[in-house]
């Protein structure tokens, strides 16, 4: 009876554990028609869809109840995986996109230059009002001087903070 009983309980957590790995998306390359179509303003919100998704995936990556049971079925390699593919094509796409931004001659933020505005005496600085992106090596090339409640929505003058555009700190 015992016996019975347990292995209905492992049967029952394995079935729920596998139904538990985290599932957070993939964002797709830029496609040919996306590369020629694409204006200086759609590339900037593009680059700002990325950045939020990358931050919804950073957020969504935070333990809870499904991170317990996704560790109980395979000790937790199943969402961890499932994050860096994630990842993964975020950093393509806004490679390709910063790319894109470089072959258009697209200044950073250009469409939304009342919001933003350039030191250029001071090497690259982008003053959004309350953040700056500082001229870094990251991914997006720049890192957020931001205060430490800044949470960012993704738009262009709030930019999200990603492993693409990480806080600025020691080290950058």
Do not use: W
């Not at 470089?102 to 982008?126: L, P, R």
């Not at 700056?132 to 090596?137: D, E, L, T």
């Amino acid at each position: 009876m015992k016996f019975r009983a347990l292995a209905s309980v492992m049967i029952v957590a394995t079935v729920v554990s596998g139904c538990a790995t985290k599932r957070y998306g993939r964002v797709q390359p830029i496609t040919g028609f996306e590369k020629v179509q694409y204006t200086c303003r759609d590339v900037e919100l593009e680059i700002a869809k990325v950045q939020s998704f990358q931050q919804q995936v950073t957020e969504g990556a935070e333990f809870n109840a499904a991170s317990a049971l996704g560790i109980l079925g395979d000790f937790g390699i199943g969402n961890s995986m499932e994050k860096g593919s994630a990842m993964k094509s975020a950093a393509i796409r806004l490679g390709q996109l910063r790319d894109l931004q470089a072959e258009k001659h697209c200044g950073a933020s250009s469409s939304n230059a009342s919001q933003a505005t350039y030191s250029g005496g001071s090497g690259g600085i982008v003053d959004l009002g309350d953040v700056r992106k500082i001229p870094a090596k990251t991914p997006s090339g720049y890192c957020l001087m931001a205060p430490a409640d800044y949470r960012g929505t993704g738009a262009v003058n709030s930019p999200a903070i990603t492993d693409a555009l990480p806080r600025c700190g020691a080290g950058m």
